[in-house]
C-alpha cells in the first residue's frame, strides 16, 4: 500500500528565505505526483503536476523536482512572502485513477 | 466562470440523521471525487466516479454513498452507519486522463453532535 509523508509537519521562516518542502512516498511505481496548496478552510488549489517520466517542473517561483528510484519530491519556493502561508500537500497517483495524499506541511512566512 | 462549488459550507446535524452534501462542477470533467480530511491528517478518499452512471469506492467507503446521475454533479450522502461523520469533505474533478491536475471545490464542514 502506497504511503506518502511530508516532513516536517510545520516550518516557520523570515521572508526572503527560500522554503525547501520534501514529500516521500514508498513505492516507485506512479504515474505522477502533484503538489498543492490549502489556506485554511479551503479547498486544494493545484501548484504542480510532475509526471513520472519529468525529473521536474516550474512555475514562477516554485520549481518541484521528482526522484522516483528513491521515492522523493522537492518543492522549492524562491523568495518566499507572508502570502505564501498556507498548507502544502503533495500526493502520488498510481494505477486505478487513486490518488494519496501526505498529511503536509504548514508553513508560515513571517514579514 | 468554471469551477466547482460545494454547498453548504457549514452543516450541522443530530447523531443517526443521514444528510447530503452537494457538489456541482461546469468543467466539463468527467471524474469526480470525495475527500475527506480530519484535522492535521492528509486527505482520503471517499468515492470516486470515472464516467456518468458508475462510481468505485475509495478508501473509507463505509457509512457514505454516491450517484452519478448526471456529468455535472456528484452528491454525497453521509449515512448514520458513519461512526464519526464530524469532518472536513473535500469534492473534486479532471478530466479523465492521468496527466491532468485536480481541481477542489472549497469544502463542506459537517458537525454531527
Known amino acids: 500500500k502506497q504511503e506518502v509523508t511530508q516532513i516536517p509537519a510545520a516550518l516557520s521562516v523570515p521572508e526572503g528565505e527560500n522554503l525547501v518542502l520534501n514529500c516521500s512516498f514508498t513505492d516507485s511505481a506512479i504515474y505522477n505526483l502533484q503538489w498543492f496548496r490549502q489556506d485554511p478552510g479551503k479547498g486544494l488549489t493545484s501548484l504542480l503536476l510532475?509526471?513520472?517520466?519529468?525529473r521536474e517542473q516550474t512555475s514562477g517561483r516554485l520549481n518541484a523536482s521528482l526522484d522516483k528510484s528513491s521515492g522523493r519530491s522537492t518543492l522549492y519556493i524562491a523568495a518566499s512572502q507572508p502570502g505564501d502561508s498556507a498548507t502544502y500537500l503533495c500526493?502520488?497517483?498510481?494505477?486505478?485513477?487513486?490518488?494519496?495524499f501526505g498529511g503536509g506541511t504548514r508553513v508560515l512566512v513571517k514579514p | 466562470d468554471g469551477g466547482i462549488t460545494q454547498s453548504p459550507k457549514y452543516l450541522f446535524r443530530k447523531e443517526g440523521q443521514n444528510v447530503t452534501l452537494s457538489c456541482e462542477q461546469n468543467l466539463n470533467h468527467d471524474a469526480m471525487y470525495w475527500y475527506r480530511q480530519d484535522p492535521g491528517q492528509g486527505l482520503r478518499l471517499i468515492y470516486y466516479s470515472q464516467i456518468v452512471n458508475d462510481f468505485q469506492k475509495g478508501d473509507i467507503a463505509e457509512g457514505y454513498s454516491v450517484s452519478r446521475e448526471k456529468k455535472e454533479s456528484f452528491p454525497l450522502t453521509v449515512t448514520s452507519a458513519q461512526k464519526n461523520p464530524t469532518a472536513f469533505y473535500l469534492c473534486?474533478?479532471?478530466?479523465?486522463?492521468?496527466?491532468?491536475?485536480?481541481?477542489f471545490g472549497n469544502g463542506t464542514r459537517l458537525t454531527v453532535t
Open positions: 500526493a502520488v497517483e498510481a494505477a486505478g485513477n487513486k490518488l494519496t
Open positions: 510532475i509526471q513520472s517520466s519529468q
Open positions: 473534486a474533478s479532471r478530466t479523465g486522463t492521468a496527466v491532468s491536475p485536480l481541481h
